[in-house]
């Protein structure tokens, strides 16, 4: 067996953790304390891919990401590379696919903070940009640590989504969870236990800590 599946699993985890609060803060902040008709099409939206088959979202996002796609001629044009079938190609694809999983918890975040607070911010004279970074963030910590975590914990097992854009390429592309599949079909039934028996507790330790956060935020 060959840890490299796991390690690009934890790589795109990693990375997705660290780039999805630049896309996750803003429409769950709008979604918290917005006011527009719009709204509840904007929900609707970035809920999406949570309830539609990860199959029908790949083949959505492997049809924008190809060399003819807006999404992929644009990214060939400003590097020279092919965004499908690459790394980035299934980060991107992991981005979109795990914002409903991380502007779900940081809405409901917002959602809980004393609306005093944003009057007195407002009373003070700060910005909204002020507010935020001074009011907002330091008391929604246990939101954004329980949205990271959930979506770090979530990537390691994506697979339909991952296996439309980017294939399985071993070293490029070939997640766990491809790996996985494809062990089990070539009935090499060791490796893909090994590599389970590996994801298993991860995961479990990461809800752990989910629902840790959740019990002090109750309390």
């Known amino acids: 067996m060959t840890l490299e599946p796991l390690l690009l699993s934890a790589k795109l985890a990693f990375c997705t953790m660290v780039l999805i609060p630049l896309l996750a803060f803003p429409p769950a902040y709008f979604l918290a304390f917005g006011k527009c008709r719009g709204k509840s099409i904007l929900d609707a ?53 795990n914002l409903p999983f991380a502007v779900q918890p940081l809405r409901a975040s917002f959602e ?62 070939q997640v766990a969870s491809i790996a996985i599949f494809e062990a089990v079909e070539a009935l090499r039934y060791e490796d893909a236990l090994y590599m389970s028996a590996a994801l298993v507790p991860v995961c479990f330790v990461f809800l752990l800590i989910i629902n840790a956060v959740n019990g002090r935020q109750r309390s």
């Open 45 to 97: 939206l970035i809920t999406l891919p949570m309830v539609i088959p990860p199959t029908v979202l790949g083949f959505g996002l492997l049809v924008v990401m190809t060399p003819t796609g807006a999404v992929g001629s644009t990214w060939q044009s400003l590097t020279g590379d092919r965004l499908i079938f690459s790394f980035t190609g299934i980060l991107f694809a992991s981005l979109v696919f």
């Open 112 to 173: 809980k903070l004393d609306k005093r607070l944003l009057e007195s911010a407002a009373v003070l004279g700060l910005s909204p940009f002020q507010t935020f970074y001074r009011v907002v963030l330091p008391n929604c910590v246990s939101g954004i640590v329980a949205s990271s975590i959930l979506v770090f914990a979530h990537s390691l097992g994506e697979f339909g989504v991952i296996l439309m854009v980017g294939g399985s390429i071993p070293g490029k592309t």
